[in-house]
């Protein structure tokens, strides 16, 4: 899975499961300040992330995560 294909699927679980508007998701967004994920919400995208990839992100990789970039570094990282 490239990085544009991880995008593009992290972008669909936070518009379908968070209601995130698909225009406020770009690559540079701090997940929990410009998007409004908090703790709880987090632990849910990683449950997604694991549910749409089958692969689980270690917790202390997620710890790293601000922005959705670093999100689908992680997740490319993971999945190649």
Do not use: C, W
Not at 56 to 62: L, M
């Amino acid at each position: 899975m490239n990085q544009e294909q991880i995008f593009s699927m992290v972008k669909d679980i936070l518009v379908n499961e968070f209601e995130i508007d698909p225009e406020d998701i770009t690559e540079e967004v701090n997940i929990y300040q410009d998007l409004d994920i908090d703790s709880i919400d987090a632990v849910d995208l990683m449950v997604k992330l694991r549910a749409a990839t089958g692969k689980s992100i270690e917790p202390e990789s997620f710890k790293q995560v601000r922005t959705i970039s670093d999100l689908i570094a992680v997740l490319h990282k993971l999945l190649n």
